[in-house]
């Protein structure tokens, strides 16, 4: 597979699972098949910056959007993008856009529709863990709902 194939699914997943904490240099890294600094090497000579940058970029853009059409908290909303730090979030951001996340949010709410409820927001974004992967193990009988056996005849078996 040729270089620029391999970065960019990494990009892709990146691109995917932005939201994902776990979502590291290691893990994005073995999306392309690559150690994490042959990976940081080739991605920042392939697209311009560092997958920590570009990865960024990407929640940044999504806080964006979520600040404009959630009712959300700014800690929802970091924490929803990825972030698991609020002053990193606060300052990439203001780094970013030129304003904190609560000035973005002022200067731009109001300019179209109503705000998203927050717990719609939450659902689709998956902040909520409403699924489990386990399978739940059948029901066993009520109280009362055991019934008898009848006794097993013996002397049929001989």
């Not at 699914?9 to 691109?15: E, G, S, W, Y």
């Not at 997958?51 to 959630?70: D, K």
């Not at 109503?114 to 998956?126: D, K, Q, R, S, V």
């Amino acid at each position: 597979m040729d270089k620029l194939r391999r970065l960019r699914l990494a990009k892709d997943a990146m691109d995917r699972d932005w939201a994902d904490a776990g979502l590291d240099l290691d893990a994005a890294a073995a999306h392309a098949g690559y150690s994490r600094y042959h990976f940081l090497r080739a991605f920042k000579e392939a697209y311009g910056e560092t997958p920590g940058q570009y990865l960024t970029h990407r929640r940044i853009e999504r806080a964006e959007e979520l600040l404009r059409s959630a009712n959300l908290t700014v800690t929802e909303i970091c924490t929803l993008v990825g972030f698991s730090s609020l002053g990193t979030f606060s300052a990439r951001f203001k780094a970013r856009t030129g304003l904190t996340p609560s000035e973005y949010r002022t200067k731009h709410v109001g300019r179209g529709a109503a705000l998203i409820p927050g717990c719609y927001a939450m659902l689709w974004a998956g902040g909520f863990n409403t699924a489990t992967s386990e399978k739940r193990p059948a029901p066993g009988p009520a109280y009362g709902d055991e019934q008898e056996q009848p006794p097993r005849d013996r002397s049929a078996q001989t």
